[in-house]
């Protein structure tokens, strides 16, 4: 069928589907419900955000663009720069080091904490304060507000006494003891929508919203948790989740038990059935067949849009496509999206051997040395040949005629006699007034090299503002994509944060170091050890990272890469940054080339 007989077939359905969800409505109650956005740590704890940053996301949601979005954290909180959440995938992204988290939308009682404003948080070892989980936080709430003296997190799968006369929380094992606090912040967004009816009358405790929403964004979503395989077991959550059928058997997690639910106030589970219930971000509540497990192999596949954009077939047509094969019973068969693999499978000591060809393993730097000697004025005569007859041009770097004076009229640039005013460089040719030269080298880094502003031929050494940190190579057992015939080069980068330098944009300010340390990988054949050397030059004399404004997350005063690309994807190469990619090791030897990266003194 083609594209326009299809959409009003589809726009013909949707209708059909409005006009049943209008008579049932008379089974619907309007609800309201705290919305509490989260993301997965590495220990399976569902983090909550902000109230801001849930509200920036509800907001962006309600005027997002119909064909998805995302949502930039950092402009809300700047801790967050380098996140951004992407609302096709339910997916938080760290532009940094590619690291791709669960998110998800949980539903609360408004008169719970998180509707009331009310933060629950503990100090930590660092002296700061961090939020409880958000069902912890609820239960500490409840207790708090019924003035119980005490709360005991057992129940909950956490060792802790809560004290409220003293705000501290002990841990039963160890005594160790904690300050709390309770603190008046901006309530959680709430929404509003429809609620089915229970059996037994009444509003349901799940407080979820069940109310049919056909905005593509729900649609997109659908398409993509129908991808996963199945339902995710619900353990009572208020939240996007996929609750199975009894036949269907639920992925080992850790239950809840009953005192656990009533605890927390969760709602309780629905019975099952031969049709489960599937909650989307917007509320969307979509009754899905389950009576026959077996997927017809002649159904064609509907592909769905994948975190790196590639797909034949726009995310929204084949989220309403899958909607409707659901709909009318039909089996449904969604294609599955890349996996995004970061890092190797886990390495033993043992395994990690020495890069052939290399008699060490780390590299270190420290804070740039003062430099003495000569000065800015002979360093730059070191690369100028005299020019008797200035050509009738401009400078371009003041822009003024060079057969005049320099249009350089600042500090640190003393008087030249007209024979010296105008200069070539030695190598490739190009002309300037001294004095500009010389005022160009003083806003660097004075390390005694030279750079054409027209041409970029370094003369000299070139050496960047690399904070201190420490360089690790070493050979892993593993084969990245595209070089099968030899094992992996593995190199680690870890800078601290610290303070700028006389060298850095802002001399004495604070500069934040995100995402150390940073794995990099390299195949280990003979032209990928020869990147590896050239860029242990590069290391030592400061170029593989600078301090300055992130591109990508637009936050100043923190390291960045400088110019020397590097691949931080093992196994898969989502996001541009990983393998395979057949010419990386030739771009990367070409923009070490470009910094007078050269030669090897190893």
Not at 507 to 535: I, M, N, Q, W
């Amino acid at each position: 069928m083609k594209n326009r007989d299809f959409v009003p077939k589809v726009l013909e359905c949707v209708d059909a589907e409005d006009r049943i969800n209008r008579a049932n409505s008379n089974n619907m109650l309007l609800a309201s419900a705290v919305v509490v956005w989260e993301w997965l740590n590495e220990h399976g704890r569902w983090r909550p955000y902000s109230p801001a940053v849930s509200h920036q996301i509800e907001a962006a949601i309600r005027s997002s663009d119909p064909r998805g979005g995302s949502v930039v954290l950092g402009q809300v909180d700047s801790r967050l720069s380098p996140y951004i959440i992407d609302l096709q995938s339910m997916h938080q992204f760290r532009q940094d080091t590619g690291t791709i988290r669960p998110v998800r939308r949980s539903f609360y009682d408004p008169a719970s904490g998180p509707g009331q404003g009310w933060q629950w948080e503990w100090e930590n070892d660092a002296g700061t304060w961090t939020p409880y989980d958000m069902e912890v936080a609820i239960a500490i709430e409840s207790a708090h507000s019924r003035q119980q003296p005490c709360l005991d997190l057992t129940p909950l799968g956490f060792c802790y006494l809560i004290d409220f006369q003293n705000m501290t929380q002990v841990n039963r094992q160890s005594q160790r003891c904690r300050r709390i606090q309770r603190r008046a912040d901006m309530a959680y967004p709430i929404v509003s929508g429809p609620l089915p009816v229970p059996k037994g009358g009444g509003v349901g405790a799940s407080g979820g919203l069940t109310g049919p929403c056909s905005c593509q964004q729900c649609m997109l979503v659908l398409s993509v948790k129908a991808n996963t395989g199945g339902g995710i077991q619900t353990l009572g959550r208020r939240s996007l989740t996929m609750q199975r059928p009894k036949n269907s058997a639920p992925p080992p997690s850790k239950s809840l038990s009953p005192s656990k639910s009533a605890t927390l106030g969760r709602g309780q589970q629905q019975n099952a059935n031969s049709s489960y219930y599937q909650t989307l971000p917007h509320g969307l509540a979509i009754s899905k067949n389950t009576a026959s497990q077996r997927v017809n192999a002649h159904v064609p596949t509907v592909p769905v849009k994948n975190l790196n954009g590639s797909s034949p077939v726009h995310p929204a047509l084949a989220g309403i496509t899958g909607i409707l094969m659901s709909a009318a019973a039909l089996p449904v068969c969604l294609t599955r999206p890349p996996k995004l693999v970061l890092h190797p499978p886990p390495v033993s000591k043992s395994d990690v051997k020495p890069v052939p060809g290399f008699g060490h393993c780390c590299r270190k730097t420290t804070k740039k040395q003062a430099r003495k000697g000569k000065t800015p004025e002979e360093v730059v005569k070191k690369y100028l040949q005299k020019v008797k007859s200035p050509p009738e041009e401009d400078c371009t770097i003041c822009m003024e005629p060079l057969g005049g004076p320099s249009g350089y009229k600042g500090p640190g640039v003393g008087p030249v006699s007209r024979a010296e005013s105008v200069g070539r460089l030695a190598q490739c040719g190009h002309q300037y007034h001294f004095q500009c030269l010389v005022a160009m080298y003083n806003n660097g880094n004075k390390d005694g090299s030279l750079q054409c502003p027209t041409c970029k031929t370094i003369y000299g050494v070139k050496t960047g503002n690399q904070p201190a940190g420490k360089m690790e190579y070493h050979v892993i057992p593993h084969s990245l994509p595209g070089h099968p015939d030899c094992k992996t080069i593995r190199i680690i980068y870890n800078i601290p944060p610290g303070i700028q330098g006389p060298e850095h944009p802002n001399p004495g300010k604070p500069f934040t170091a995100r995402g150390f340390p940073r794995h990099c990988y390299l195949p280990d054949s003979e032209k990928g050890r020869k990147v590896l050397r050239l860029l242990l030059v590069a290391w030592d004399r400061r170029l593989i990272f600078s301090v300055g404004t992130s591109s990508t997350t637009g936050e100043s005063d923190t390291v960045i890469w400088n110019e020397v690309h590097h691949k931080t994807e093992f196994g898969s190469n989502l996001t541009g940054h990983g393998f395979p990619d057949p010419g990386h090791l030739d771009n990367v030897l070409e923009e070490l080339r470009a910094q007078a990266v050269r030669v090897n003194p190893y």
